[in-house]
């Protein structure tokens, strides 16, 4: 076995894309982004694509063939990780026999299912590579919605009510189970997949009649699903980046004309428009940080994370849910909330791999951006980088 390792200056970043998820287009776009920013001063992108079948290549090419998705069809060579922790390798399964080209690092870049659950950190953990972003606990955590507002709701901060329900052979039973739960909750109401991203799956259902097609859509997904109570008011996020200190971007908010923020809205924006920062007063800004701060902590998130919340007219604040993985395009939420806070995307992304790569300064953390390091308890002001 050939030793292609050589001493990694500038390190060496495996960047994940593709990948079996439904969402595999949405990695598509997000890796391109991930890899035209990335310092190149600093590190080396080693991107490597998964394949709707699962099937892991090391690409070569042009980039702009990933988001086209015919990267496929440029100099790809078969791939695999090296299980061995002291390697850090990945294995590159060559004509020749297989070969080492060690990584430093991995910037996972898959959304949903094998990428975004906590199943691709756990074999970069196995293989001694250290992961950018939430690892096996949090990612896991943040993908099952059921869970994840069990512990949240624990901690004193309100979630939606909802139903878990989980596919089984009596049809019949299952629908008058979710009629029941339905009743409970009133219309409309939502019915997601307990583990999907984008959504893929989720329906708002306004009555009765259109709950079963709701349900078989939702399943068609996933083998547990949630029937969830609508929230009224609006959707507001927040970007967070940081393990022991915390840099907070701006607020976004989601302004819809109808209907609710699903997969068309979401990457096209034909109805809807997202405004940074959130067309909200300074309190409500402070209150929002402060619950995605405390929600980041609860579900044990390292690296970056978006927590979502709705923001109800009474002015209450309501857990949704936390994307580890969220979008990484030039016109992504979260990046343009920590942009409107003063961090570029380059700059997002060299701080993440650093913390990776256990480069945090925890005196520093703020010497990328604009913002003022603030104590705790002190207030941040609208426009900057918060640092908790």
């Known amino acids: ?125 196995m293989a001694g590579i250290p992961v950018a972003g939430c690892g096996v ?35 019949g039973r299952l629908l008058s189970q979710a009629a029941l739960a339905a009743k409970e909750l009133g219309y409309p109401l939502f019915v997601k997949p307990l583990k999907a991203g984008s959504s893929f799956g989720v329906s708002r259902v306004k009555g009765s009649r259109e709950l079963e097609a709701a349900l078989r859509d939702a399943f068609s997904y996933d083998s547990r699903i949630l029937l969830e109570e609508n929230i009224e008011g609006f959707e507001v996020g927040c970007a967070v980046l940081g393990n022991r200190r915390l840099t907070l971007g701006q607020v976004d908010e989601i302004e819809l004309q109808e209907g609710f923020f699903d997969y068309t809205e979401k990457y096209t924006l034909k109805t809807s428009s997202i405004h940074v920062p959130a067309r909200i007063g300074e309190d409500t800004v402070r209150r929002v940080k402060a619950a995605a701060r405390r929600i980041y902590r609860i579900l044990d998130c390292r690296g970056f994370a978006r927590v979502d919340l709705f923001l109800t007219p009474s002015g209450e604040i309501v857990f949704n849910e936390v994307n ?6 030039s016109h992504s939420r979260y990046p343009n909330m920590m942009q409107a806070a003063g961090i570029s995307f380059e700059q997002i992304l060299t701080q993440v791999i650093s913390l990776a790569l256990g480069k945090e300064d925890p005196k520093a953390p703020a010497s990328i951006s604009p913002g003022r390091a603030a104590p705790e308890g002190e207030s941040d002001s609208p426009g900057t980088a918060v640092i908790e």
């Open 137 to 171: 606990l949090s990612s896991a955590l943040c993908m099952d919605k059921y869970r994840a507002h069990r512990l949240v709701e624990a901690e004193g901060i309100s979630v939606p009510r909802s139903h878990l329900l989980e596919k089984i052979p009596q049809e």
């Open 324 to 329: 580890t993985i969220p979008g990484f395009t």
């Open 1 to 125: 076995m050939t030793d292609l390792s050589e001493q990694a200056h500038p390190a060496r970043i495996a960047v994940f894309f593709g990948g079996r998820s439904p969402e595999y287009p949405v990695s598509l776009q997000s890796a391109y982004g991930v890899l035209c920013h990335l310092d190149r001063a600093l590190f080396t992108p080693v991107p490597i694509g998964i394949t709707r079948q699962g099937d892991w290549f090391l690409y070569r090419g042009d980039f702009k063939q990933i988001p086209a998705d015919t990267w496929q069809e440029g100099p790809c060579l078969p791939a695999a990780l090296s299980p061995n922790p002291r390697d850090h390798a990945l294995l590159l399964l060559g004509p020749g026999g297989p070969e080492k080209l060690s990584l430093d690092a991995a910037f996972p870049v898959l959304h949903g299912k094998n990428g975004e659950d906590g199943t691709l950190q756990g074999l970069l953990e």
